[in-house]
Structures are given as C-alpha cells and as structure tokens.
Nanobody, 120 residues
Framework: QVQLVESGGGLVQPGGSLRLSCAAS????????MGWYRQAPGKERELVAT???????NSADSVKGRFTISSDNAKNTVYLQMNSLEPEDTAVYYC??????????????WGQGTQVTVSS
C-alpha cells in the first residue's frame, strides 16, 4: 500500500500564504508524478498543479504566478507554496501520486485532503 499524508492547511487571511506538504510512504514503488487538486463546496475536483519526477511542472491558469509546486524526490514529498491567497482558493486540497508499483498496484493514489480556508 502507498500512503499519502498531507499537512499544512488552515485558515489564512486574503493576501496571505500557506505551504502544503504531501509525503508518500510505503515500499516497492516508484513515483512518476505528483500533484495537487482541490475541491470547493458544490464544485468538481480540479487540478491545481503537477510535477513529474523529472521536474516538469504544470499549473492551472487561476493559480499561475501565485502558487508554486516543488518536490524532493529523495523524500517522496511534494510541496505547494501558495501566495496571495484569495477567498476563491478556499477548498479541500488533495495530493495525488502517479505510481509504478513493483508487486503492488500501479496507478493513482490519493491523500485524505487538507482544508484551506481564506477568509478575513
């Protein structure tokens, strides 16, 4: 089993910053890519940003210039630095890992989610 544990969510005022972390643990797997998705109440889950094991990144237009995704491959950890937060960024943020398993399931694994609330 590959487990993803997220941390770093919370309540922040508009214009503030937060840093999310997601660590993957387990054995006999290789991470191909990791990413962050979010789901606001009443809305579908949407992509925020992704990063491959080679360092290629992709992000939604709505967060470009404000959010930065990075990773530490040695620690199987992905980060999301969120600056200039807006109330529209309020959502549950989920971490996803695209994994190749050796003797275990390959595919997508999801974290449990962490709440980010932007409000004054």
């Amino acid at each position: 089993q590959v487990q993803l544990v997220e941390s770093g969510g919370g309540l922040v005022q508009p214009g503030g910053s937060l840093r999310l972390s997601c660590a993957a643990s387990g054995s006999r797997f290789r991470i191909n890519a990791m990413g962050w998705y979010r789901q606001a109440p009443g809305k579908e889950r949407e992509l925020v940003a992704t990063i491959t094991s080679g360092g290629t990144t992709n992000s939604a237009d709505s967060v470009k210039g404000r959010f930065t995704i990075s990773s530490d491959n040695a620690k199987n950890t992905v980060y999301l630095q969120m600056n200039s937060l807006e109330p529209e960024d309020t959502a549950v943020y989920y971490c996803k890992a695209d994994v190749t398993g050796y003797g275990r399931r390959s595919g997508d694994y999801w974290g449990q989610g962490t709440q980010v609330t932007v409000s004054s």
